[in-house]
């Protein structure tokens, strides 16, 4: 999965990730944002770009296999 | 039938990227009441908000016009469209001026400056003409500031659908909030569709090809679907871009930063000349080689740039750099990043580009549709968009974006306005349509038929073609639509959206081959084994097609060449394809 998560230790529940995610990848519950989709991440990184307290993790090799297991 | 929302006015701009929202402040400033309806956040989303630090052609007032027309019309195989073209060198600049203009008062730069205060161009290393440095981030965020202190109406997280038209003429578009399921019915007598092009990668990606099939369904002529070009990137890479795992992606490269060793020793000492030649894929299989036998790891070592280039490449990459601190805690400017290799092979992800066709424009980025302008990705490329030039994507975003809002302001006038209760009866099918797709409980989700459309479309597109395997994806697309469609659930509004999104790609996919078949020759990124000559005596012409009966009627288009002579030659076509 391309976002790995939240490190609650750091968040400090500013939404600006939920805000920004094009894929709306975060969804939010109690004032509190929760990784809703994470296959739907692009890796663009925009979340850690506007994520105040470096809270956002972001992985951005590529985790879906190769159609049809190409090696080109 | 019952719609959450109602929304009048003079404008609707579809999606806010360079085009968009330029367009959008052509608009707010001749006075018009302008809605803004994007997918994403105002601004943040498509293809423009993933860029960074871009390369930007635009032609300057002292450049040589005749080079610009020649370098631009040579690299697109000589199918840009010549008038478009010479308006893009001619006006291209005064668009760039004006964003920079937007940007400063909001305290931001979009084009980068250098020490003596000029912008920052580079020169092409293949091309006679002069690229420069733009700021995606900057812009766009002047852009939100722009639209939202200025009074545009900003449907955000709103994905249309539907374009509402009747007789040929624009009245209006529906759409729904993805995260609400609140319905949206727009009434306008003028839409600029900027809603970008259609991307087939192997990470999703917000771009999936609605502007075009929704454009199609109401009458719109669709124009140059054969450009399906294709690439292929490594699997380690970032997508948008450089500073971690990626082969520099151009922009610290020119700036001056290495990949280096633990000893110091540079990288491009220790490659083969087969690596020397292959450009970022060469960098990436070095790499990948030395960590494979225990000599990484390889760092990407920005160290050794000016402050000055330190300052601007951590602007213009800020997402990267900021992504850097965050994984590896460490300053990216200040130290060496280690690039991290989770194969010990080198492995490519393909990625079928968007650099294809799109919706057909006038000299005024009219469609056939009147009241339907169109900017950006989202319309032909024969307006000298989505070649193989670097820098030309961005600057016909952003060109398009305030030359054709400036005509859709002057639509406006003309069409006067749309009217509510017609638009509410437009939009009955489209409501039905999307209850019927809410009402599908089928086992496989619209990500599932994402992925299989970019299966069987990949392979294909990423190797060199002939007739035999086109008609071959073509039996397999319609297969997977046969076979997947009937079979498809939609569990809510997010998964209504991806819905949407991947019977588009699955329309777009088949569209591209199917233009690509028709042209008996290799042109524009396609190379056809079964045709490997590049044939300008019979085959200078654009594919087209537009909907008749139901169906796609294609047809072509002869090439006019009213300011570059183009060679009447049938030669070898030798240009690369990945
Ligand atoms: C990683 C990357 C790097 C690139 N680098 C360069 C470069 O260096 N130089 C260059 O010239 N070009 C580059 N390009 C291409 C360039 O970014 C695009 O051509 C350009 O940004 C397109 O702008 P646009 O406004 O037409 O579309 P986009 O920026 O894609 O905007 C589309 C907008 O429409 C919205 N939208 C989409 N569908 C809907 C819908 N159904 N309803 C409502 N809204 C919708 C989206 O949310 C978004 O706001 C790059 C592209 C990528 C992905
Ligand atoms: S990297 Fe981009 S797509 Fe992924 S979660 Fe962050 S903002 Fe969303
Ligand atoms: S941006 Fe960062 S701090 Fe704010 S909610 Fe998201 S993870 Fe938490």
């Not at chain 2, 110091?264 to 960098?283: A, D, F, I, K, Y």
Request: include cysteine; charge should be negative.
């Amino acid at each position: 999965m391309a976002v790995q998560g939240i490190d609650y230790e750091k968040c400090v529940d500013c939404g600006k990730c939920y805000d920004i995610c094009p894929d709306d990848v975060f969804g939010m519950f109690c004032g509190k944002v929760y990784v809703r989709d994470p296959m739907g991440c692009q890796s663009c990184a925009l979340c850690a770009m506007v994520c105040p307290s470096g809270a956002c993790h972001i992985n951005v090799v590529r985790p879906k296999p190769l159609p049809a297991g190409r090696r080109v | 039938m019952r719609f959450d929302h109602v929304v009048e006015g003079d404008m609707l701009v579809v999606g806010s990227g360079l085009a968009g929202g330029l367009a959008a402040i052509r608009g707010l400033d001749a006075g018009k009441k302008v809605i803004v309806a994007t997918k994403g956040k105002l601004c943040w989303s498509g293809a423009s908000a993933v860029v960074g630090g871009a390369a930007t052609a635009i032609p300057f007032p002292e450049d040589d016009k005749a080079v610009w027309m020649k370098a631009i019309v040579e690299v697109s195989d000589y199918t840009a469209d010549q008038e478009w073209v010479r308006d893009y060198i001619e006006n291209g600049y005064a668009q760039m001026e004006k964003i920079s203009e937007i940007t400063r008062r909001h305290g931001l730069e979009g084009f980068p400056r250098d020490a003596s205060g000029g912008y920052w161009r580079f020169s092409n290393p293949k091309y006679p003409v002069k690229t420069q440095l733009c700021s995606p981030y900057e812009i766009l965020e002047a852009f939100e500031k722009e639209l939202r202190q200025r009074g545009a109406v900003c449907c955000e997280r709103v994905m249309i659908t539907h374009l509402l038209t009747e007789e040929g003429q624009v009245k209006g578009a529906f759409g729904f909030s993805y995260r609400t399921g609140e319905s949206w019915l727009f009434c306008v007598p003028v839409v600029v569709m900027a809603a970008g092009g259609c991307t087939f990668k192997v990470d999703t990606y917000d771009n999936c090809g609605e502007p075009f099939a929704m454009a199609y369904e109401a009458g719109a002529k669709m124009m140059a679907f054969d450009r399906g070009g294709a690439l292929v990137r490594p699997r380690n890479a970032m997508r948008a871009g450089v500073l971690d795992n990626v082969p520099l992606a151009g922009l610290p490269q020119w700036l001056g930063a290495r990949f280096v060793n633990a000893e110091g020793t540079e990288l491009s000492e220790l490659m083969t000349p087969e690596e020397l030649n292959s450009g970022r894929l060469g960098v990436d299989a070095a790499i990948t080689r030395e960590v494979a036998a225990g000599r990484g790891p390889i760092y990407e070592d920005c160290t050794c740039l000016s402050p000055e280039s330190k300052k601007l490449l951590f602007r213009l990459k800020k997402a990267n750099c900021r992504r850097v601190q965050v994984e590896y805690g460490l300053d990216p400017m200040e130290e060496k990043i280690p690039m991290r290799r989770e194969q010990t092979e080198q492995t490519y992800v393909p990625d079928v580009c968007n650099r294809m066709g799109g919706i057909d424009i006038d000299i005024h980025g009219e469609s056939n549709i009147r009241g339907l302008f169109v900017a950006g990705d989202a319309s032909a490329p024969k307006a000298c968009a989505q070649h193989p030039f670097p820098g030309v994507e961005i600057g016909w975003a952003m060109f398009s974006g305030g030359r054709i809002g400036g005509y859709a302001v002057q639509a406006c006038d003309r069409y006067g306005a749309s009217d509510v209760k017609l638009c509410r009866k437009l939009a009955e099918p489209a409501v039905f349509e999307l209850i019927q797709a809410l009402n599908a409980h089928g086992p496989v989700t619209p990500d599932e038929l994402k992925e299989k459309v970019m299966e069987t479309l990949i392979p294909y597109n990423v190797n060199h073609c002939d007739e035999e395997a086109m008609k071959a994806c073509i039996a397999k697309l319609e297969k997977v639509a046969e076979e997947m469609l009937p079979e498809l659930g939609v569990r809510d509004f997010h998964e209504l959206r991806e819905y949407v999104e991947a019977k588009s790609m699955l329309w777009v996919a088949l569209m591209i081959v199917q233009s690509e078949i028709r042209r008996k020759e290799s042109r524009v990124g396609v190379h056809r084994r079964d045709y490997p000559m590049m044939d300008n005596v019979n085959w200078l012409k654009w594919i087209g097609f537009v909907k008749k009966d139901g169906r796609p009627e294609f047809f072509t288009e002869d090439i006019a060449t009213p300011y570059f002579d183009v060679p009447k030659t049938i030669t070898l076509q030798t240009r690369p394809r990945v």
